[in-house]
Nanobody, 114 residues
C-alpha cells in the first residue's frame, strides 16, 4: 500500500520561501509522474505542479516562475520549492501520482500572512 507523507509547511510572510517534501513509500516511486496539489479554504483541490518520471516539470500559470518541483528517486521524495510566496498561496498542500491517485496523505499547511 502506497503512503504519502508531506512535510515542510508553516507560517511565512509574503515574499518568503518554503520547501515542501513528500516521501512516497510502498512502491516503485521512480515510475510515477508526481504532482503537488493544494486546497485553499472553501475551494477545490488543484494541481499546481507536476514532474514526469524523467524529471520534466510543468506548472500551473499562477505559480510559474515562483515554484520549482523536483524529485530524488533514490529517496522516494518529491519536493516543491516555493519562492515569492503570496497570500493566495495559503492552502494545504498534497502530493500524489497524477494518474494512479493513491489515497491522499494528510497534507502540509502553508500559511502566507503578514
Amino acid at each position: 500500500q502506497v503512503q504519502l507523507v508531506e512535510s515542510g509547511g508553516g507560517l511565512v510572510q509574503p515574499g518568503g520561501s518554503l520547501r515542501l517534501s513528500c516521501v512516497v513509500s510502498g512502491s516503485i516511486f521512480s515510475m510515477y509522474t508526481m504532482g503537488w496539489y493544494r486546497q485553499a479554504p472553501g475551494k477545490e483541490r488543484e494541481l499546481v505542479a507536476r514532474i514526469s518520471r524523467n524529471s520534466n516539470p510543468n506548472y500551473e500559470d499562477s505559480v510559474k516562475g515562483r515554484f520549482t518541483i523536483s524529485r530524488d528517486n533514490a529517496k522516494n521524495t518529491v519536493y516543491l520549492q516555493m519562492n515569492s510566496l503570496k497570500t493566495e498561496d495559503t492552502a494545504v498542500y498534497y502530493c500524489n501520482d497524477i494518474n494512479l491517485m493513491f489515497n491522499w496523505g494528510k497534507g502540509t499547511l502553508v500559511t502566507v500572512s503578514s
